[in-house]
């Protein structure tokens, strides 16, 4: 068993602190030296030195908490099986459902079927799109086009590029003291943005920086 030595000290100044230390054998004051300072900066006065024990307490880590995952065995193919599935209503709260395996089956089947379908019905409108756009300008029934595109719930939109001029007048402050050059300094300065989000600002180019009289 490790021995301990508990040293004792009572303050002399106004505060008539007890103080206590206790050390491992071996590792308190060397022989001779037993001054001590309060934190009032008084002396202390050592007033005993004994053995001391300090029971051994075995301190255990912070366990990770196991989750048990139970499998269960497979078991061989049986369409009438009943089966308990959880069925997801996107951000509501999941109901449990229990039907035969044959029937979840033709379920899966149908839904892959359904999605395919969608995916080709919605290749299909994209085309039209492109046609009702392409003819719309110049087409002379323009209301029909309009309702076609309505009820396969077409935009009638399309992307155009474009270029415009914008002039801009403003006030900067520079030091006189150094060199500068204005084109530059503007250039560093402008950005063009958009309000609209329908629009894409897809590069910006200064020119034609000049002073304003």
Known sequence: MTTYNKYTW????????????????????????????????????????????IPYTETKGNEMETTDTTVSPAVDYNPDLLVTYKV???????????????????DLHN????QKTVGNLQSKIDSVKDIIIEAYEMSDDQE????????????????????????????????????????????????????NGNIVIDDTEVCHVREAY
């Not at 155009?160 to 007048?169: D, G, Y």
């Open 111 to 114: 839904a892959r079927q359904a």
């Open 144 to 195: 029909t086009l309009q309702s076609i595109a309505e009820a396969l719930g077409i935009e009638l939109t399309r992307d155009v590029e474009f270029t415009a001029t914008l002039e801009v007048r403003g006030t900067i402050t520079l030091n006189i003291l150094e060199d500068y050059d204005l084109e530059t300094e503007i250039t560093d300065a402008l950005y063009a943005d958009a309000n």
């Open 10 to 53: 009572v303050c002399t100044g106004d505060c008539d602190a007890l103080i206590e230390y206790t050390f491992k054998d071996g590792f308190g004051w060397p022989n001779g030296v037993t001054q001590l300072t309060c934190p009032c900066n008084s002396k202390c006065t050592l007033l005993s030195v004994e053995d001391a024990t």
């Open 88 to 106: 997801l209503h996107g951000y509501g709260d999941p109901e449990y459902a229990t039907d035969k395996v044959r029937n979840i089956e033709w």
